[in-house]
């Protein structure tokens, strides 16, 4: 019915995901990372297309739109015209009043050897500048954060698909068949909710796995956990005379039934799993001087601290996809990044809450080998308006998917690089524009997954996360 | 192709008909058949670019056609030799192994050598294109004979046997008694049959016995829970827009409700689509009350409420229509036609444009339904309002004309204030005071009383919110919340009589004053009515009066408000090129699909603008005309989906998607047929229950159940299939003793925008501590409950017309550790507790759980477990703990959650 390929890997799949084998498989003696092909199952660890320059991913998404022109895309005429009106045609559609362009409250230097331009409110990250690759020419996700939200994760704002993670589980099945593919830490439920990190039409099986409940505000770190992990009532004991019951009887009855045995054996993986997640989640594993690093000592790091000590410890695990959510809400913002107004108090707090965090992530993952082979992404579903956005109160900026900035670090990506531009005001992205996309053609590239080969029959198409657009930004590769 | 936005809908049709009206004789394209297998090879490796679409093809090569395909093409070459492979560019070119290969080898679709040998063949064999089996306009289809027709129940049973035969298979066994029950049960109902029902059938001697069972089940309300939620299913049915913001759809449960009714009812099924797509049009010979509700089927898909650009959102919002009224009824993907012709299908983007204009002329909205009960309660309450209000206006015009008993006058005639008299809008015609804004307003009337006593004081004034003031007579307060009342507006048609005070005056000038800060409501004018032997009676009715029409407007019923459509005024769409509203091409007039209804030529819509209707009538009369229209598609693919429901597979395992990459019938003569009987059965859902259940196709005993090989593609055998999330649920309160059927009237306590995780977490309690039948809890789209959602529950974003099965170890912790399956578990066991001893508290477990006595060795194992359980705990009601956690463990079998 479908090519080759497709049918081949879908009939596969779709038989050994109704057999079950869950999050992982029939590796059950392995709890640590296993590059496994002997393993089998719809999460079995697959290859890539072609060689892959990471194997994982650590998406750290800023809900609510950092502004670029703020924080990491300095323009000179911006500064200079300060108050004018902007001297070409705005966007034909807008989410807020605007008024005149509005000079960036910081002052930007250059960071590290390559002299990566960073705004002053960066006091950690320019120590790992010379890793970070800037794509400063972002664009085309939408004017409103839930058609964004859901473009920048699904590479559509209107109709249901899969997420890049989900993807990619689907694409490479995963290392660890004890932990799920792909687990996102805090993920709000506004904007798509979990449509952003949701399968679609794939397998369930390559649903992202929330660590806490989505919520608005997002759960804080310390409080989030995985669903039913825990039995309220039941020793371990107790559950195991439970599932050796269920094997008697299922030898009285179902004997020979591979179905059955294969759900039976979902249970006993379940069973493991009670063990395997709250170890991956013990944070007190780490030492003293790591939390410390990451700033899990001090109030307004504690929360992204802990994300990103998790994201680190679920990498080291062998998980395929990681996303981390910075996406609370501020007094003044419902959104965390979402400076319609006060843009020089929000985005403070924002930077000083992640700015530490984040360079540890980055330090820690180099100082273990690990951020050669994982792709680190930092950044949010827009970008924010080089003019000021008209209103009472103290200064702030509209959404803006004109153009705008996310960066990239490890992985086989350039370090202290800048590819692409916005243009001398920061509104429209100019130089080698990058769509959402292509942005997924990249990540997919960069897994060694070739985007127009990634896809999976739907409708009556072959459906991939890119649509039938994106071209990989090959430049920004090391 | 299209070249002309002059013509009508029929004629570009015509053009387009000719793509796949092909050289030879229409054929049903069966299993024997080469081009089956190879129009898909093609569709899949070749059409992207030498198809349909026009727009993308190359050399201008159609390789669905055999005239294109067998023509010398510009370069002398002929793509498909009939006969001779050897000299079809075809064959050359997908087994070249320089740059000339194709597929291009970037595309990743080059063909295997498998396909290839498909394809020569098919040439050598003299390359005969046949008709897709949907575009065959009048299919013929007589059952087959059989050589064994002992075991044929009903004419369907025919098809089935025959190919049977034709594999040389033997007769497969049928259901035992027991296993059919439970089949039936959980089929019609969605729950088990209780242990005396399983033993009242077990026992019933009678030929009828089985046919009785059906009967009563489609009696039943079950019947239409259990159903409504699979038709649920591919209406896409949520509680909220889902997306991006994740407003509630307050109302949509009606149309929810109605579905269950409809089903109940057995409404035909012509008619239940007719209503969905314009219940609000139809001719008073066919509307029911209800029938607007049905229009939800178009209100309640997702929509992207916050996108900023509106012409974006409207297209997108009649895209999803688009999408979900090709699948769900049509069995097509015609949305796929909004950026490009279909890849595949004959259906060119001037067909999409064509039904967008219909629904580009429909706006949503919120519709009063006129429920009969309704309309007969307001009548008679407005009779008599009418009445009482006559009798006031005789007893007023008769106080007028006692002598001294009236005193009225105009409130802007006042003797001292500091207000301003509005003679315009607000007091246009009757000239009204109220404040200037904000300030302490204060006014005065002196009233000369010819005799002291006491009198009633009556203001009429109008009042869209409360302004309430001070109301004193001669320097006393006689009210302190006087003027209070809200009449539902500012404007002279909301001014109303209030009855503010009783209170006795002094003869002579009397000063009456009303103060009140800082706005005041639309005085118009006061009276006072002196209370006197003379009228007392005649005051005392007037209070009466008051007091009976107070009451009877409280007793005014709402109107039913539900979530529905409208006309908007018509317009036809233009094409956006590449899908982009920010290109649009050429208008094209409103129309049809025409790929679901070959041969037919619709009935017109008026093209004209200016008209007054969008021709959603007319496309709810053509989707359900057999003969005109594609009444036949519409009836295959219900057909098709109610044989899916029942059998887990259907006769073409694509229910949304008939077309070409689609799956094929397996059995087509057999779905013609029974979608021929479907309609000359005046589309009852219901008789088409019977004749399937009633089939001994349908009671075939279970494949793993029996351990025998069955083949699912020949229905030979019934596949086990495992409970959808819902009758999970709904099994477990059902044992429980706790599951409430009753219908919910209201969206149920859940939020859906802007949710806290407090909210979340509330959400999930409001289902996990609900008793409702699962069918009525409400659908939050993208934070659907999590107990459905890991059992595969559809996302409720598009039409879903086959639910997945998946076993994944989330189900397991959740079955293992869900407090809700742990309670359902504790209250089950609490009911058999009360049986006497161990041996027949687990017997009376088994027959609950799985309608069957539990065998030596399963008894022994379960005595096992419970003393093994027992010795884990330490403290008291020890048998009591352990018997829950062995009803906990019966939970978790395989048996419970599948049906044989």
């Not at chain 1, 400063?136 to 993670?165: F, I, W």
């Not at chain 2, 009960?373 to 009798?391: C, N, S, W």
């Not at chain 2, 595969?792 to 550790?817: E, W, Y």
Request: aromatic residues 8%.
């Amino acid at each position: 019915m479908w090519n080759n390929r497709g049918s081949a890997q879908v009939s596969r799949r779709h038989t050994l995901s109704s057999m079950c084998l869950g999050f992982g498989g029939l590796a059950f003696q392995s709890l640590l990372a296993q590059e496994a092909s002997s393993v089998q199952g719809p999460l079995a660890a697959q290859q890539p297309h072609f060689a892959a320059r990471a194997k994982r991913v650590i998406f750290l998404f800023m809900h609510g739109g950092p502004s670029h022109v703020d924080t990491f895309d300095p323009k000179p005429q911006l500064q200079k015209d300060d108050g004018k009106k902007l001297p070409f045609e705005g966007s034909r559609v807008v989410f807020a009043n605007r008024g005149n362009l509005k000079a960036s409250p910081w002052k930007f230097r250059p960071c590290g050897e390559a002299g990566l331009p960073m705004s002053q409110l960066w006091q950690h990250l320019p120590a790992v500048a010379d890793d970070l690759c800037m794509i400063h020419s972002m664009c085309e996700t939408n004017v409103a954060h839930g058609g964004a939200c859901m473009k920048l994760h699904t590479g559509d704002e209107a109709q249901l698909r899969p997420c890049m993670g989900s993807w990619v589980s689907y694409g490479l099945g995963t290392e660890n068949q004890n932990l799920p593919s792909f687990i996102t830490i805090c993920p709000t439920s506004l904007h798509g909710g979990i449509d952003n990190f949701g399968p679609a039409f794939l397998p369930a099986i390559h649903a992202g796995v929330p660590l806490g409940t989505p919520g608005y505000p997002n759960t804080p770190a310390k409080d989030a956990t995985f669903d039913f992990l825990k039995n309220s009532g039941r020793t371990r004991l107790q559950q195991r005379l439970q599932l050796d019951l269920l094997r008697q009887l299922h030898q009285s009855r179902g004997a020979g039934d591979t179905e059955l045995e294969a759900r039976l054996q979902s249970f006993e993986l379940a069973f493991r799993m009670q063990t395997a997640a709250p170890e991956a989640m013990d944070i007190s594993a780490e030492s003293r001087a790591t939390q410390q690093k990451y700033g899990l000592d001090q109030p307004e790091t504690q929360n992204f601290a802990r994300e990103c000590l998790l994201a680190r410890r679920f990498a080291e695990r062998g998980v395929r996809f990681i996303q981390v959510s910075h996406a609370h809400s501020l007094p003044f913002n419902n959104e965390q990044w979402d400076q319609h107004s006060h843009l020089v108090r929000g985005h403070s707090i924002n930077v000083r809450q992640i700015d530490q965090p984040i360079t540890a992530l980055l330090t820690d993952l180099k100082e273990r080998g690990l951020l050669d082979d994982t792709l680190v992404i930092w950044g949010g579903e827009f970008g924010r308006t080089p003019t000021v956005q008209s209103g009472k109160g103290e200064f702030g900026r509209d959404h803006h998917p004109e153009g705008f900035t996310i960066w990239m670090a490890g992985g086989g990506v350039k370090g202290g690089f800048r590819y692409g531009s916005t243009d001398e005001y920061g509104y429209y992205a100019t130089e080698n524009r990058c769509t959402i996309h292509d942005f997924h053609a990249t990540l997919l590239h960069i897994l060694g997954l070739d985007h127009t080969r990634l896809t999976y029959p739907q409708s009556g198409r072959d459906i991939r996360l890119t649509d039938v657009f994106g071209n990989v930004a090959t430049d920004i590769l090391a | 192709m299209h070249n002309s936005g002059s013509l009508q809908p029929a004629c570009f049709r015509i053009s387009a008909i000719v793509g796949i009206l092909i050289l030879n004789a229409p054929r049903v394209a069966g299993e024997d058949s080469g081009y089956a297998t190879v129009s898909r090879i093609l569709a899949q490796h070749c059409l992207e670019c030498h198809g349909p679409d026009a727009s993308q093809r190359e050399a201008e090569l159609q390789l669905h056609l055999a005239e294109s395909s067998t023509m010398p093409l510009e370069s002398g070459q002929t793509a498909i030799v009939p006969g001779h492979p050897d000299q079809s560019e075809l064959i050359t070119r997908v087994t070249a192994v320089d740059d000339s290969r194709m597929p291009p080898e970037k595309s990743g679709r080059a063909l295997n050598d498998s396909e290839v040998e498909l394809l020569r063949n098919w040439i050598a064999n003299g390359a005969d294109f046949e008709q897709h089996w949907t575009q065959i306009s009048n299919p013929t289809t007589d059952p087959p004979s059989v050589k064994d027709s002992s075991r044929v129940q009903q004419t369907l049973d025919r098809f089935i046997i025959a190919q049977h035969e034709a594999h040389s298979l033997p007769p497969f066994e049928t259901a035992d008694r027991v296993t059919l029950i439970r089949r039936v049960w959980f089929d019609l109902a969605g729950l088990p049959p209780t242990p005396e029902r399983v033993a009242a059938f077990v026992n019933d001697e009678s030929p009828d016995a089985f046919a009785n069972v059906v009967d009563e089940l489609l009696a039943s309300p079950l019947y239409g829970q259990r159903w409504g939620r699979h038709w649920m299913d591919v209406v896409r049915y949520g509680d909220s827009n889902g997306s991006d913001e994740n407003h509630a759809y307050p109302l949509a449960w009606h149309y929810r409700n109605y579905i269950i009714d409809a089903l109940n009812d057995d409404l035909p099924f012509d008619q239940f689509v007719r209503e969905q797509l314009a219940g609000d049009l139809l001719t008073d010979k066919e509307k029911r009350p209800t029938s607007v509700t049905g229009t939800g089927f178009l209100a309640i898909g997702t929509k992207i409420l916050a996108e900023r650009d509106p012409v974006k959102k409207q297209a997108d919002i009649v895209d999803e229509q688009i999408d979900t009224i090709g699948k769900a009824l049509l069995g097509f993907t015609i949305s796929c036609a909004r950026c490009h012709d279909h890849k595949f299908d004959p259906i060119p983007t001037a067909d999409y444009y064509a039904l967008a204009g219909i629904l580009h002329s429909t706006t949503q909205s919120t519709v009063e339904v006129p429920l009969p009960d309704f309309e007969q309660e307001t009548k008679r309450i407005r009779t008599l309002l009418d009445e009482i209000k006559a009798e006031q206006k005789r007893l007023n015009n008769q106080l007028q004309k006692t002598p001294g008993a009236v005193i009225e006058r105009e409130a802007e005639d006042f003797d001292r204030a500091n207000v301003p008299r509005i003679l315009d809008g607000y007091g246009k015609g009757i000239g009204i005071i109220s404040d200037p804004g904000g300030q302490k307003n204060f006014v005065e009337w002196d009233f000369e009383i010819p005799q002291a006593g006491e009198y009633l004081i009556y203001l009429r004034y109008a009042a869209e919110a409360s302004r309430p003031g001070v109301l004193s007579l001669n320097g006393n307060v006689v009210r302190n919340d006087a003027v209070s009342k809200i009449t539902g507006g500012w404007y002279p048609t909301h001014q109303q009589w209030f009855q503010e005070s009783k209170t006795a005056f002094r003869a002579g000038r009397n000063t009456l004053k009303f103060t009140c800060e800082p706005t005041m409501s639309h005085i118009d004018r006061l009276r006072l009515v002196r209370v006197s032997k003379d009228n007392a009676r005649m005051l005392a009715r007037v209070e009466q009066l008051d007091r009976q029409q107070k009451q009877l407007e409280k007793q005014m019923p709402a109107p039913m408000k539900v979530m529905g459509v409208g006309d908007r005024s018509p317009m036809n769409a233009k094409i956006y090129l590449r899908g982009s509203h920010l290109d649009p091409g050429r208008e094209i007039p409103r129309g049809f699909p025409w790929v679901a209804a070959p041969g037919r030529s619709p009935a017109p819509i008026p093209t004209d603008t200016a008209s007054s209707t969008s021709g959603r009538l007319q496309l709810a009369q053509w989707i359900t005309a057999p003969q005109a229209g594609a009444g036949h598609q519409l009836a295959r693919v219900i057909v098709n989906r109610v044989w899916q429901w029942h059998f887990g597979r259907g006769i073409v395992t694509t229910p949304n998607n008939f077309g070409l990459q689609g799956a094929l019938p397996t059995h087509p003569d057999l779905l013609n047929w029974l979608a021929t009987e479907f309609i000359r059965d005046r589309w009852s859902l219901k008789n088409l229950h019977r004749r399937i259940l009633l089939s001994s196709t349908w009671q075939q005993a279970s494949v793993t159940r029996i351990g025998r090989q069955g083949r699912p593609e020949l229905f030979y055998g019934f596949q086990r299939r495992r409970l959808e999330a819902e009758a999970i649920r709904d099994t477990l309160l059902f044992h429980a003793g706790r599951l409430d059927t009753n219908p919910a009237k209201s969206i149920g306590g859940v939020k859906s925008q802007d949710p806290t995780p407090e909210d979340l977490q509330r959400n999930e309690d409001v289902h996990r501590h609900s008793e409702k039948r699962s069918v009525f809890l409400p659908v939050v789209r993208s934070n659907t409950y999590r107990f459905f959602s890991l059992f595969d529950f559809p996302n409720a974003n598009t039409s879903v017309g086959r639910r997945g099965t998946t076993t994944i170890p989330t189900q397991a912790l959740l079955m293992m550790n869900d407090p809700f399956v742990m309670d359902q578990a504790q209250h089950l066991a609490k009911r058999v507790l009360s049986s006497s001893d161990k041996e027949t508290m687990v017997r009376n477990t088994w027959l609950r759980l799985f309608s069957r006595a539990p065998t030596k060795k399963e008894s022994k194992e379960a005595a096992l477990f419970l003393r093994k359980y027992s010795n884990t705990i330490g403290s008291e009601n020890t048998e009591e703990q352990a018997f829950i956690a062995l009803c906990h463990s019966l939970i978790l079998s395989s048996e419970f959650i599948h049906v044989e």
